[in-house]
């Protein structure tokens, strides 16, 4: 079954405990990125990646990190979690690099920091 | 830069009422428009899309239209049923070509 996977899918941590989100997808899809979903403001880009070892901002990139050694993993970090990265995460990914195409979503990574 | 707008909710409905959820957008150039949907603790879902102007898109008894003139791409459904409970997303491949530019997102309620 094609999907995208992320772990975990429920964590309440502290603040300045590192953690990483991983996040895998079995389709072979080039193009990964990573959102967040806060209430009133919708879903905003994180980080994404256009094919291995590229990476780059999106719109709310502090605090956060991503690599993308593999194709199929782009896990996203967060070196020294905060109470403001306290949200709902996705990650999705896509085939090429047209936007014409669907975007396939995890199921959602709900984080809280304390 | 690009931006999408679309109706504040929740939008509240009987079973089989007919649904609007309005959905305009700034873009340059010519962006692809899509409606996303989150069923209750799910990830989101393309319900429909449109890539040039006059496209309908489809699906599930949804419709929308890519109304260039008044760039607006609203999500219509003649008969709504308590299934469709979830919240919708209007959205545009933003001209960088790296993302999809989101909506605040609808709820959408129904009741039977």
């Known amino acids: 079954e094609a999907q995208v996977t992320q772990n975990p899918r429920y964590l309440i941590t502290v603040t300045g405990k590192k953690l990483t989100v991983t996040c895998s997808q079995n389709?072979?899809?080039?193009?990964m990125s990573w959102y967040r979903q806060d209430p009133g403001l919708g879903l905003r880009q994180i980080y994404y990646?256009?094919?291995?070892?590229?990476?780059d901002k999106g719109d709310v990139p502090e605090g956060y990190k991503v690599s993308r050694k593999e194709k199929r993993n782009f896990p996203l970090i967060l070196e020294s979690p905060s109470p403001n990265q306290t949200s709902l995460y996705f990650c999705?990914?896509?085939?090429?690099?047209?936007?014409?195409?669907?975007?396939?979503f995890g199921e959602g990574s709900r984080l809280t920091v304390l | 830069g690009d931006s999408v707008t679309q109706m504040e909710g929740p939008v509240t409905l009987s079973e089989e009422a007919f649904l609007t959820i309005n959905c305009t957008y700034t873009?340059?150039?010519?962006?692809?428009l899509f409606w996303y949907v989150q069923y209750p603790g799910e990830g989101l879902q393309l319900l429909l899309k449109?890539?040039?102007?006059?496209d309908k898109g489809s699906n599930k008894g949804f419709e929308a239209t890519y109304r260039k003139e008044t760039t607006s791409f609203h999500l219509e459904k003649g008969s709504v049923q308590v299934s469709d409970s979830a919240v919708y997303f209007c959205?545009?491949?933003?001209?960088?070509?790296?993302?999809?530019?989101f909506g605040k997102g609808t709820t959408l309620s129904v009741s039977s």
């Open positions: 999705a990914s896509k085939a090429g690099r047209s936007f014409a195409g669907e975007l396939f």
């Open positions: 959205a545009l491949s933003g001209q960088a070509g790296t993302a999809l530019i």
């Open positions: 990646s256009m094919n291995v070892e590229v990476t």
């Open positions: 389709m072979n899809h080039e193009y």
């Open positions: 449109a890539t040039k102007a006059d």
């Open positions: 873009a340059t150039g010519y962006p692809s």
